[in-house]
T-cell receptor
Framework: AQKVTQAQTEISVVEKEDVTLDCVYE???????LFWYKQPPSGELVFLIR??????QNEISGRYSWNFQKSTSSFNFTITASQVVDSAVYFC?????????????FGKGTKLSVKP | GAGVSQSPSNKVTEKGKDVELRCDPI?????LYWYRQSLGQGLEFLIY????????KSGLPSDRFSAERTGGSVSTLTIQRTQQEDSAVYLC??????????????FGAGTRLSVL
């Protein structure tokens, strides 16, 4: 069965703090893709990153970094030196070949509030 | 436009009425998805279209829900005899064709449906 778990429902930090959003996934496929999306108050889901199951290299993009560990089935997202504009709901998602046909399986999301 | 466009942005209807929600995908994207986002259930897959193939309706919650995609572009999600539990944000996404599991899905801003 496919499943994505984001155990942190809400996180509140003060600006400039670092924050890590956790994501744990379950799949029986050996080939799969993991995604992070950001949903600001405007409501539109914004794509942040895609990672395939064969690439365990961590990735850094500006203040964002992602840590993919197959051994623990985790794909965590860290924001360094958080800013108020980072306030949003963040979703981790899984897509594999055992599911429908590429539809995304989403976690429940983590609401991040960054206070000035 | 450059992104996925959904209309209306908000829809208020009375229980028992039918509603139609529209999605205009990114030009050139042959795959189109509908998702539902509600407080209790998070983001749920509803239906998937790929080119001229028969749609994958495995996520539709009941036979009151249907969707069509005309000319491989614009899609309409129809909910008949709306119920209060249908109140949610309905999100549309599109992606390039090909190996679907890896495709990045780009989302519209959604239609917020309120059933009174």
């Amino acid at each position: 069965a496919q499943k994505v778990t984001q155990a942190q429902t809400e996180i509140s930090v003060v600006e400039k703090e670092d924050v890590t959003l956790d994501c744990v996934y379950e799949t029986r496929d050996t080939t799969y893709y993991l995604f992070w999306y950001k949903q600001p108050p405007s409501g539109e889901l914004v794509f942040l990153i895609r990672r395939n199951s064969f690439d365990e290299q961590n990735e850094i993009s500006g203040r964002y970094s992602w840590n993919f560990q197959k051994s623990t089935s985790s794909f965590n997202f860290t924001i360094t030196a958080s800013q108020v504009v980072d306030s949003a709901v963040y979703f981790c998602a899984l897509s594999d070949y055992g599911g429908s046909q590429g539809n995304l399986i989403f976690g429940k999301g983590t609401k991040l509030s960054v206070k000035p | 436009g450059a992104g996925v466009s959904q209309s209306p942005s908000n829809k208020v209807t009375e229980k028992g009425k039918d509603v139609e929600l529209r999605c205009d995908p990114i030009s050139g994207h042959t795959a189109l998805y509908w998702y539902r986002q509600s407080l209790g259930q998070g983001l749920e897959f509803l239906i998937y279209f790929q080119g001229n193939s028969a749609p994958d309706k495995s996520g539709l919650p009941s036979d009151r829900f249907s969707a069509e995609r005309t000319g491989g572009s614009v899609s309409t999600l129809t909910i008949q005899r709306t119920q209060q539990e249908d109140s949610a944000v309905y999100l549309c996404a599109s992606s390039l064709s090909g190996t679907v599991a890896k495709n990045i899905q780009y989302f519209g801003a959604g239609t917020r449906l309120s059933v009174l």
